[in-house]
């Protein structure tokens, strides 16, 4: 009895086969002996097998030993894949792979391969409590002769390991940085440091100015202000500074190990300028000349006081946009600034004094990079006088560059529009498009927002109605133009008068304008409208030109010129839908759409520049299996 093998769609079969004789003999009258002989072979059906595979991997050697079997002699091992990866035999015993065939006493064969944990082919991952992992997926192929038939048959070998030795932190204080003290383990090329969501590189460290040593030990030095610094806490009490240090695991992108260092370091004068524009001052006042009383110490806005003080420092904690901080734009930065001020008690106060001792005043200023945000100029062409009946006017928008404007930084005005219900400007209108009948009064109001001087003026300077949002729509309709009230053939305007109340402390920054159709039949302006206005802010000092809401035609281009130089803004209202006489509007509101809709940029403020006035300162657990 032989055997024979058959490949039938890749499934291994095995057929059993004996060739017979037969010999018939006889004796009769005529012949001695007679003989027959006949030869038949007999074959059993194909029998499908499936070759097992044997993991006798001994973890502790590293090594795979994986047997494959039982074939019949007329089977061959051609080559095999190893992760994907497919190798000749000569290749495999070139890279360190061992191949052994195994004949047993009843004619079958068996395949055993041995290979390295350690050979490159084969992956190996952290999967935690300092296991690691290793896989092997070989695919054989297999030749039966002398047909030359293939033969494929995969399979899969997981082995894990408790072996592993991770990296020691060690985390250390200096008086200006926080350090970190790396002691290498077994499998670092699998790691990735990180700070932050940031992964700690060569050129981000050189970048954000960190110390790197990379020798038997790695260590890293995180200087006191930079990048990656989280500041919990800051009062007069310290300067409390936090930096996470994160192992990550390259492949999988999951944190293995996480080391926290925490510093504090002293109080001394300091600015901290929060990416969430929260701005922190320490400031330290000299002794003995001037006499300065930190407790006393204020902002901008005298109401802004110190959060801590002591006898010789006071602590501000404040938002950019409150305590009457200033912000302008230089270059490609918005920078906000404000000042520590002491003023000096004089008994009486209005009395001539001769002191030496000059005014306590600290300037302190944050810098925010912009993103790269465009930012757009919007010049407005006036009609020369006498003005044009149709009022018509255009609107040209270029970017701003500092190389085109000039050195000159712009500050940020900002402004709030809004419809009131009626004349009493009282009650505004939140939902948009606002529904109007025929010749009902439309209330404007524009305020000037967290202006440090409350001396200054707002003046409208120009303002306009359009048919659709854009500053720049034809056809226009002049309202007020350089200051001066414009009535046009179907619609009227007038300014109110606004005087101080509990709602409006300053009334300088606010201005209110009526505007009073006199016939809507057949007017594109009377359906929808925008309105816009270009408002600027008049210093003190110039109250008077301020003052003159209106100068005659021939003095308008003087007014104008001492005005050129006043902080510009933009800003937009609406729109207004103006249904006829006694029908009721039908216009609901598309969700809850303020009326404002300003003209300057949003500024992205990101990663807070950090400023300073003065100072800136092993028992082994071991698990193998087998998936085919």
Not at 330 to 357: G, H, K, M, Q
Not at 464 to 473: G, N, S
């Amino acid at each position: 009895m032989f055997f024979q093998s058959r490949v039938i769609n890749n499934q291994y079969n095995r057929i059993y086969a004996i060739d017979l004789y037969l010999e018939h003999q006889w004796a009769d009258d005529q012949w001695e002996a007679t003989q027959h002989r006949s030869f038949k072979p007999v074959r059993t059906p194909s029998i499908a097998e499936t070759p097992f595979v044997v993991n006798n991997t001994i973890p502790a050697e590293k090594v795979f030993t994986v047997t494959l079997g039982i074939f019949n002699p007329d089977v061959e091992l051609k080559n095999f894949t190893i992760n994907g990866v497919p190798l000749t035999l000569p290749e495999a015993i070139n890279q360190g792979i061992v191949l052994t065939e195994v004949q047993h006493p009843n004619g079958t064969k068996s395949f055993v391969l041995k290979v390295p944990f350690t050979h490159p082919l084969i992956p190996q991952k952290y999967i935690g409590n300092g296991v690691r992992e290793f896989t092997l997926n070989i695919n054989y192929t297999l030749n039966i002769i002398p047909e030359n038939a293939p033969y494929f048959h995969p399979a899969t070998i997981v082995c894990q390991i408790k072996d592993v030795i991770l990296p020691v932190i060690k985390g250390s204080c200096t008086e200006k940085s926080l350090v970190f003290e790396v002691t290498r383990g077994n499998m670092d090329h699998l790691w990735a440091m990180y700070i932050e969501k940031h992964q700690l590189t060569s050129e981000l460290a050189a970048q954000r100015g960190y110390i790197l040593t990379n020798q038997t030990k790695f260590i890293l030095e995180v200087p006191l202000f930079s990048i990656g610094c989280i500041y919990e806490d800051i009062s007069l009490r310290g300067l409390f500074v936090r930096v996470e240090l994160t192992l990550i695991d390259i492949g999988t992108l999951v944190a293995v190990l996480s080391a926290v260092q925490r510093c504090q370091f002293p109080t001394k004068q300091l600015l901290v300028c929060m990416p969430n524009g929260v701005m922190t001052v320490v400031a330290v006042t000299m002794e003995p000349i001037p006499v300065v009383e930190p407790s006393k110490t204020t902002l901008l806005d005298k109401t802004c006081k110190p959060k801590e003080f002591d006898s010789t420092r006071a602590l501000f904690t404040f938002t950019v946009n409150t305590c009457g901080t200033r912000s302008k734009i230089v270059e490609n930065y918005l920078i906000y600034e404000n000042e520590v001020v002491y003023t000096r008690a004089l008994f009486p106060a209005n009395a001539p004094v001769i002191t030496r001792d000059s005014e306590y005043r600290l300037t302190i200023r944050c810098r925010y990079p912009l993103n790269d945000t465009m930012k757009l100029l919007a010049e407005r062409k006036a009609v020369p006088a006498p003005y044009s009946k149709k009022s018509l006017g255009s609107l040209e928008f270029y970017p701003y560059s500092s190389e085109q404007r000039g050195p000159k930084a712009r500050d940020v005005l900002n402004l709030k529009a809004r419809l009131a219900r009626d004349v009493t400007f009282s009650q505004f209108y939140r939902e948009f498009p606002v529904s109007k009948s025929g010749l009902e009064p439309l209330f404007l109001e524009v305020v000037l927002l967290h202006h440090q001087n409350l001396a200054d003026h707002l003046v409208l300077r120009d303002c306009w109605a359009t048919e659709t949002p854009e500053l720049d729509a034809t056809p226009q309709w002049d309202l007020v133009t350089d200051g001066c009230l414009v009535s046009g053939d179907s619609y009227k305007t007038r300014f109110h008068p606004v005087s101080a109340s509990a709602l409006t402390k300053s009334p300088h920054h606010l201005k209110r304008l009526e505007v009073q159709a006199q016939s809507v039949a057949n007017h594109a302006l009377w359906q929808q409208m925008y309105f816009h206005c270009l408002a600027v802010v008049c210093a003190s000092e110039k109250a008077g030109v301020c003052n003159e809401t209106c100068i005659a035609g021939d003095k308008r281009s003087a007014r104008s010129v001492e005005l050129a130089d006043s902080v510009k803004g933009y800003i937009s209202a609406g729109p207004v839908q103006i249904v006829p006489e006694g029908e009721v509007a039908s216009v609901q509101a598309a969700g809850e759409t303020p009326p404002l809709v300003p003209y300057i940029p949003v500024l992205g403020v990101a990663v807070g520049v950090l400023l300073l006035a003065v100072v800136v300162f092993a028992a082994k657990a071991m698990r193998c299996w087998v998936s085919i």
